[in-house]
């Protein structure tokens, strides 16, 4: 009976993959530098960014989680952009690909975190 060695491949291939990760320079330190976020490696790019912020901002990630976006699995990435095009502050625009209508109703000159703060998505009283 011949053995298999599947795992042991896998393991070999995702070693490889972070490591030529973190060879990376050039856009990736940039863009690092540009956002205020740390560099990450090819293996922490696999993980959902709440993985890493629930520990490095606990209490940004459980305003997400008690929200209707947290109960509703609408994840970082959909409003704020992945690694490559993070945007700390997300444009109006992100909020429109869902939130059409209430854009529409809502002042033009305002950002919606003007009125809803952001992870919490209540009207400010």
Sequence with gaps: MQKRH???????????????GGMQKGPQASQAAKTGH????????LQPCYQC???VTPDIYQEWYESRHGIGQV???????????????????KCGI????????????????????AHKFKVKK
Aim: proline share 8%; net charge positive.
């Design 75 to 93: 994840r970082c990435f959909q409003c704020h952009g992945g690694y490559e095009d993070l945007k700390v502050v997300p444009d109006r625009s």
């Design 38 to 45: 740390p560099q990450l490696s090819a293996a922490d790019k």
């Design 53 to 55: 912020h629930k520990e």
């Design 6 to 20: 599947y795992p042991l491949i896998g393991l070999l291939l995702l070693i490889g993959l972070v490591a030529c």
């Design 98 to 117: 869902c939130h059409m209508k209430a854009l529409e109703n809502c002042p033009k000159d305002k950002a919606c975190w003007s009125c809803h703060p």
